[in-house]
């Protein structure tokens, strides 16, 4: 039994090993510019291993996808918790969106290219499609809860407030790859914060509008 373990422990061991060098090389040469060569070196296995552990790059990007989800969910659901208002958890949790987007610019470029990928595959496209929709069903509930909480609603379902929030969120990251000073993180944040605010019966953020990040600021740090 504990032979039998320890093979077990070995075998996740290396598949984690696996999807952190595979997160690395995606993100630094893109889906299609990635192999399973380079991918396998940088894990420090052969490629046997990964063949071992997945049945080409497609999986192994999938399971790039899934720990990143988890990871992602993680901290949304910490920052959730932060404050102790609707307008400051709120707040919190997009914060933490559009940072975690500015702390790691290259993750969704390759998420984008992967997904044009599996567009034209329709067994890859629903797969990805069905993991998408599992994200924005977490996002979903954690709005809703925090709803819930302040007594707050929203004036149209709040699985496409979810949807919304995250394609803006991926808008503004492509845009970035043209012009990386052009989505401030500020104006980005107030953005994303006006939308789902907007959303609400309430209708805004306190602070949100009162504050906004000045115009001059913003020409001033693309200067």
Same mark, same amino acid.
């Given at each position: ?22 997160? #690395?090389?995606? &993100? ?9 060569? #380079? ?6 296995? $052969? ?33 959730? $918790?932060?404050?102790? !208002? ?11 969106? !559009? ?22 595959? #329709? ?8 993991? =998408? ?16 909480? =302040? ?16 394609? =803006?969120?991926?808008? &503004?990251?492509? #845009? ?10 500020? !104006?980005?944040?107030? &953005? ?7 959303? $609400? ?11 906004? !990040? ?10």
């Amino acid at each position: 039994m504990r032979q039998r373990l320890s093979r077990q422990d070995g075998k996740e061991r290396t598949r984690s090993d696996l999807v952190a060098a595979a997160r #690395e090389v995606f &993100m630094r040469r893109g889906f299609h510019g990635a192999s399973l060569e #380079e991918i396998s070196d940088q894990a420090g296995y $052969t490629k046997g291993a990964v063949y071992s552990n997945f049945s080409g790059k497609d999986e192994l990007f999938l399971a790039v996808l899934d720990d990143h989800a988890a990871g992602r969910a993680r901290a949304y659901g910490e920052a959730s $918790t932060e404050a102790s !208002t609707f307008d400051g958890s709120l707040r919190a949790v997009v914060r933490e969106i !559009t940072g975690g987007a500015q702390a790691d610019p290259r993750w969704v470029p390759a998420l984008v290219e992967f997904w044009s990928h599996a567009s034209r595959d #329709e067994a890859l496209r629903r797969d990805v499609s069905a993991r =998408h929709e599992r994200n924005l069903d977490f996002i979903a509930s954690l709005l809703r809860d925090l709803a819930a909480r =302040h007594g707050v609603s929203f004036r149209i379902p709040v699985s496409e407030v979810a949807r919304g929030a995250s394609a =803006h969120r991926t808008g &503004m990251e492509l #845009e970035r790859l043209l012009d990386p000073d052009g989505a401030d993180p500020a !104006t980005f944040e107030e &953005m994303t914060l006006g939308f789902i605010a907007g959303m $609400t019966s309430q209708g805004s953020l306190e602070g949100a509008a009162a504050a906004p !990040t000045p115009a001059s600021d913003i020409e001033a740090r693309r200067a």
